[in-house]
């Protein structure tokens, strides 16, 4: 609830006490006021759970960790880049997959940035001489930049939506279609939260292009009902992210940091080698982070995470064949 009222105060100031707010707006800002508050409610409910309150602590302790800095000072952007940017471990999976995310990523990331300022009252177009062609873009009441509507800047700022949706489409309709035909997929796959999130991406991207065709080529013809259909279709999608698929979004910047803490430990050397074999595992930190874990939920068997995945399946093996295996005749 706290999240949810510091953005409405947000709202407030950086709209100027709602001088700069538009109304038709409304149900877009109040879905965002109800995304802040599923957003922070299923944060806190996740990083709850022992493994998760672990890796959040670890990953972010890393994160601003002065000594990871001085250590390796390139290592934090570059896994912004890569791994949260242009997720490079997606492409080891398969490359039309990490291509059709980049394609999702990146077009929802160029709405975003457009739709919630505007929503918020926080940027404003302005005519500079009160008929246009000029335009100014203010963001807080100061202006930033000024352009001309009927330039490629200005085609850019009015189409940054239509731009944002032409990325979604394909993207969203990849993972669709591989959600629909591919059998690993659908094997352990559920509507609501897998599908559903895709499917309003969707109508969300082709409603939003139905409403700039409608004003270019059919003079506004059917906008009214194009606009309620995209409004209840975002406002749905809004309000629907902390539930679904799409929270792994809030998620991944933890697992930034407890990926640099994996490297700055790798590069001092802290490798810790499976009891059995002697193969290496992983850094040592991040192993006995695992075991901690394990005993923090009470599982018991904490020691197996000191031996590799081969090891641990012949060991698994050797018992079942003299435990339960030799009683059979």
């Not at 949810?4 to 709602?18: E, K, Q, R």
Request: aromatic share 16%; charged share 15%; net charge positive.
């Amino acid at each position: 609830m706290a999240v949810s009222l510091l953005l409405v105060v947000a709202i407030v100031l950086g709209s100027h006490c709602l001088r700069d707010f538009d109304s038709a707006l409304l149900p877009y800002a109040v879905a965002s006021v109800f995304l802040a508050f599923g957003v922070a409610y299923r944060y806190t409910m996740w990083i709850s759970a022992p493994g998760a309150r672990r890796l959040f602590r670890q990953g972010w302790r890393s994160f601003f960790s002065m000594d990871n800095f001085r250590k390796a000072p390139t290592a934090l952007p570059k896994m912004i880049a890569t791994y949260l940017g242009f997720q490079k471990f997606l492409g080891a999976r398969s490359h039309a997959r990490w291509a059709a995310h980049q394609l999702m990523f990146w077009g929802c990331l160029l709405a975003a940035a457009i739709t919630f300022p505007l929503t918020w009252g926080w940027f404003t177009f302005t005519s500079s001489t009160g008929s246009g062609p000029g335009y100014e873009m203010r963001i807080w009441g100061i202006k930033v930049i000024g352009y001309d509507s009927a330039s490629i800047l200005g085609w850019l700022m009015f189409h940054g939506l239509d731009i944002a949706a032409v990325l979604v489409i394909p993207g969203a309709a990849y993972f669709l279609w591989r959600r629909m035909k591919d059998r690993g997929a659908m094997t352990g796959q559920r509507f609501a939260y897998d599908l559903v999130p895709l499917i309003a991406l969707i109508v969300v991207s082709v409603t939003g292009l139905l409403l700039t065709f409608s004003s270019i080529f059919l003079h506004g013809g059917g906008y009214e009902f194009l606009a309620i259909m995209h409004m209840v279709s975002v406002v749905f999608t809004l309000i629907y992210i902390p539930f679904g698929k799409f929270f792994h979004i809030v998620q991944r910047p933890a697992a930034v940091g407890m990926q640099l803490f994996k490297y700055t430990t790798r590069e001092d050397e802290q490798i810790f080698h499976c009891r059995r074999c002697q193969e290496p595992i992983d850094t040592g930190p991040y192993v006995e982070n695992l075991r901690s874990t394990m005993r923090d939920l009470d599982l018991g068997f904490d020691q197996w995470a000191e031996y590799c995945p081969r090891c641990k399946r012949v060991l698994r093996g050797s018992a079942y064949l003299t435990q339960v295996k030799k009683g059979f005749k």
